[in-house]
């Protein structure tokens, strides 16, 4: 066949004639060729690809280590996919990578470091863009801590609320998400806490276990961080608090000195205080386009930069989420939307 789309042929005499064939056939026939061919150098990137970022992962130098790290840490933190790790990585290696990026135990911070301010003179917050290379946050500064609170959904031990009902509820001008609670297999409906939960000094939850992680404020509108029993919490007059874990700095000094802290790449929401009492909250978007999360060292950066003395990660992935002024600031990674959940901190 030539380029025409013409043969020839020979007619019961042995006559030559020429035949014109369809032109349709001609072109379908070089798409097909031209598909194929795209097909194969697509493959063939695929396939360098592939083969290159293996390569990094398992390359036995920085920064090509600290990847692999990342790599694993966040797939063995998600709930569905940690497969991404144990299909590449054994049991002791993924071990030793967990264990390399685990966070120190800093002990429970000491609630006399801090001078809260508390007056009406100031009493204003401010938002604060913290996006960066990778993600998308914000950290809200609230001058007065005394205007910071733990709210819960009206229907505990039943289902959750969103962060817009929960400032309807309270009317408050901020509002983001709070402590642990039980979500079996990412299909709970958010309304049962775990650990302790406390609000206005009502204690609305608490396992039956003899001590709990608190992250709270006390009667001097402290932030307080620490391994407590329920005897302890009542006697320190916590009036506020949530369970959740790691405490990300202690008396001005980070927990993470080596490594990102273990946990990954993710949506991260934490809470924090200076050291004159001013509470910053932070919320970082993960899991999209243009924002994939952050680190819990990450985090803990950013909040040391902008003069956290204590400061507390609090339940991430899919339930961070910031409500300021009216309306979500952030952009929730559940691809439903905002989650509901049980607890909330709260800026009246």
Not at 37 to 52: E, N, T, W, Y
Not at 289 to 310: E, H, P, R
Request: include cysteine; hydrophobic fraction near 35%; charge should be positive.
């Amino acid at each position: 066949m030539s380029n025409t789309g013409i043969s020839r042929s020979s007619d019961p005499r042995g006559n030559q004639r020429l035949q014109r064939k369809p032109a349709g056939i001609y072109y379908y026939s070089r798409r097909k060729k031209r598909l194929r061919q795209a097909f194969i150098g697509m493959f063939a990137s695929f396939s360098i690809f592939v083969l290159c970022f293996l390569g990094f992962l398992f390359a036995p130098v920085e920064p090509f280590e600290s990847l692999r790290d990342l790599w694993v840490t966040s797939a063995m933190t998600t709930l569905h996919h940690q497969y991404l790790a144990t299909f590449l990585f054994s049991e002791a290696e993924i071990k030793k990578i967990m264990d390399s990026n685990k966070i120190a135990d800093l002990g429970n911070s000491h609630p006399d470091n801090i001078r809260t301010q508390g007056t009406v003179n100031n009493s204003g917050t401010e938002l604060i863009d913290i996006s960066q290379k990778g993600f998308k946050g914000y950290l809200l500064k609230i001058n007065d801590p005394a205007r910071v609170q733990v709210a819960a959904t009206r229907y505990l031990g039943k289902v959750g609320e969103k962060a817009e009902d929960i400032a309807k509820e309270n009317g408050a001008s901020a509002v983001i998400n709070g402590g642990v609670f039980d979500d079996p297999q990412g299909t709970g409906n958010g309304g049962q806490p775990l650990g302790i939960l406390i609000s206005d000094g009502q204690i609305l939850h608490k396992d039956p276990v003899s001590s709990f992680d608190i992250i709270g404020l006390n009667r001097d509108n402290v932030l307080v961080l620490g391994h407590y029993t329920l005897t302890q919490i009542k006697q320190m007059d916590i009036r506020d608090a949530v369970t959740f874990s790691p405490f990300l700095v202690v008396d001005g000094k980070p927990s993470i000195t080596y490594g990102d802290g273990g946990w990954g790449i993710a949506p991260r929401t934490a809470i924090g205080q200076t050291k004159d009492g001013t509470i910053l909250m932070l919320v970082i978007d993960g899991r999209q386009v243009g924002s994939l999360g952050a680190t819990l060292k990450d985090v803990q950066d950013i909040m040391l930069q902008y003069g956290a003395y204590n400061v507390a990660n609090l339940d991430g992935g899919a339930s961070s989420v910031l409500y300021y002024n009216g309306k979500i600031i952030n952009h929730p990674s559940s691809r439903y939307g905002e989650r509901s959940i049980p607890s909330f901190f709260i800026v009246k």
